[in-house]
């Protein structure tokens, strides 16, 4: 595990900036939460590298199972360590979020429609990153609400195959 960690800090180093210039780190930073329009809001913004395509179809089928309640594909895709921080809290095994936060989850996304706005996802070696930002469209108490979500899911390769090892989920609402 302590091999996955450093992998995963160096992903993150990575993603965050590590690979810039220096003369682009040393800019001025832009105005917090600011971001150019969309040319058309109904069409995401893709930013994913070649390589990355499969990792982006194992958080795609993670969303869709688990939209759909269908627990045995989302217990298949999340590695058996895999660390889930949300809302200031975290599960720290697959056991841990099967057996407790999953079934919310699916229960609220049930009645919920997403909207992807913006993904970003690499690759790097055994492991990849992806990066999502959504409009949920809920209802509470009867009420419609919009909530803007972030998602970052960190995948491992397993075989032939991904595994998500680290997920942290954000969320506020659409003023």
Known sequence: ?????TSLALVLVLAIGGAMPAA???????????????????????????GAQAAVTVVERFGQALAAGDMKTVETLLDPEVLILETGGAER???????????????????????????RARIEGGLAWVGSESELHASKDGKPMTLLSTETMVLQKSGADWRIVHIHWSSRPKR
């Open 1 to 5: 595990m302590k091999t996955l960690a």
């Open 24 to 50: 682009a780190q040393t800019k001025a930073a832009p105005t917090p939460h600011a971001h150019p329009p969309q040319p058309d809001a109904a069409v995401p913004q893709m930013d994913v590298s070649a």
């Open 93 to 119: 095994s697959r056991t841990e979020y099967m057996g407790h936060h999953a079934i919310a989850d699916a229960q609220f996304l049930k009645g919920t429609h997403s909207q992807l706005k913006r993904r």
